[in-house]
């Protein structure tokens, strides 16, 4: 039972287990702003955490979803990145009407799953959770079994709290994205603006 097994009952240890890993994974995914390796790493992440078969983020692109992002041991999962779909009403109105994670057992056998998505994966079981900041639904992260454990080594709260987090890190890193990019327009405008003057008085001169 190790040396908390003396004075903690299996429920504080457990609790504390939890808490740590939490604090493990918001270090990981605060390290960068860089939306890519942001995503990146909360795929890498929950994957340490759950030892699922893959782990990926889905976010939404112009009516469709895609997977924006994916990690998962070899056999590496056959759905390339950048790899779009239309997901299913029902499970957009789902997803969108929760924070709680979202189990999907047998999902060859679920309407919920698109049969281009079913034909590409080797999963029975799938985890699905939510990315939610200030009521937005950013996206989901999900978690794929070839059969969900009965017992797990983590719980379903754990689960999601690793999911608000990972959602107020692609947020933030969005948010620098598009402050970088702003900037770097100013900048060019400015350029361009100068540019314009060198190039009038020239002309003035001539």
Partial sequence: MGILGGWMSETEIRAMEAVTTFAAVARALTESLELSEVLRRIASEVLGLTHALGVSVVMPRDGEAEFVAHES???????????????????VAALRGRREPLVVRDLHDSPLIP????????????????????????????VAFDRL??????????????GDQAAVAIRNAQLYESARDSSQRLVQAERLTAMGRVVGRIAHQL
Avoid: Y
């Avoid at 041991?73 to 499970?91: E, K, M, T």
């Avoid at 590409?120 to 200030?134: E, K, N």
């Avoid at 009965?150 to 379903?156: E, K, L, S």
């Fill in 149 to 162: 454990p009965a017992q797990r080594p983590w719980d379903v709260a754990l689960l999601r709290a690793v």
């Fill in 115 to 142: 049969v281009e998505i079913k034909e590409q994966i080797t999963a029975r079981d799938l985890i699905i959770v939510p990315l939610r900041v200030d009521g937005a639904l950013l996206g989901a992260l999900t």
């Fill in 73 to 91: 041991p070899p056999p590496h999962s056959r759905i390339p990145v950048g790899f779009r779909f239309v997901p299913h009403p029902d499970l």
